[in-house]
Nanobody, 115 residues
């Protein structure tokens, strides 16, 4: 069973930074990709950044140049460094892991950016 536990959310002023971390446990050998999604109130969940098992990264257009996704293959963690945060980045951020084409989700961590 796959478990994903996020940490690092909080309240920050516009222009500030936050770092989210997700720890994966369980049977994740051979996973396809890990990454971060977010869901703002009244909106659908959307992809933020993904890193594949080979280390390839992909970012949503709205975070390019501001966010960086990284992973530690030893610790089985994936981090999201968020810089130059904007009020529109306010959302619940979810860790995601895809294993044998099946998505797994963390419980989410709240990020709030004040103007």
């Amino acid at each position: 069973q796959v478990q994903l536990v996020e940490s690092g959310g909080g309240l920050v002023q516009a222009g500030g930074s936050l770092r989210l971390s997700c720890a994966a446990s369980g049977s994740i050998t051979g996973f396809n990709a890990m990454g971060w999604y977010r869901q703002a109130p009244g909106k659908q969940r959307e992809v933020v950044a993904v890193i594949t098992s080979s280390g390839t990264t992909n970012y949503a257009a709205f975070v390019k140049g501001r966010f960086t996704v990284s992973r530690d293959v030893v610790k089985n963690t994936v981090d999201l460094q968020m810089n130059s945060l904007k009020p529109e980045d306010t959302a619940i951020y979810y860790c995601n892991l895809v294993l044998r084409s099946r998505p797994h989700w963390g419980q989410g961590t709240q990020v709030a950016v004040s103007s």
